[in-house]
């Protein structure tokens, strides 16, 4: 049985991630791309435009010192533009760490995302790993 078309392109966004790849991973958004990010810490928000998105993912990529991945784990389309996918998520910060499992919902038009909702298993505990802004 073959992937969903929203599926592949989820896999294919979480590949460029995992490679550091931006200018794919740019690709595969639409220009007013939105990401909303849970909780209250430094990278806590809404982030609109595909340039604001990509510099929250620069900014993920500096407080852990290039340490964050995320390792996916299930795509679930629905078929009308949505996509649920799970990972799970590692991350180095000073001398703390942190492994915790979490969820993106991406909607999509026309074979590009155009908004991405986070979730997260502990918001708190996220909260105290990301810390406020300096």
């Known amino acids: 049985m073959a992937e969903h078309p929203d599926s592949a392109l989820v896999r294919r966004g979480y590949e460029a991630f995992g490679k550091g790849d931006m200018d794919s991973l740019a690709s595969l958004m639409t220009a007013d791309c939105a990401y909303h990010c849970p909780g209250s810490n430094q990278i806590s928000g809404h982030f609109k435009g595909r340039d604001n998105v990509l510099g929250l993912f620069a900014k ?10 995320a390792d996916l784990q299930g795509v679930f389309p629905d078929g009308r533009g949505h996509v649920m996918a799970v990972h799970k998520w590692y991350a180095e910060r000073g001398d703390r760490g942190i492994e915790m499992r979490g969820g993106l919902f991406f909607t999509m038009v026309g074979g590009k995302i155009t908004d991405v909702d986070e979730c997260v298993e502990d918001i708190d505990e996220t909260d105290a790993f990301w810390g406020t802004a300096d």
């Open 60 to 69: 993920v990529f500096e407080l852990s010192g290039g340490s964050f991945r």
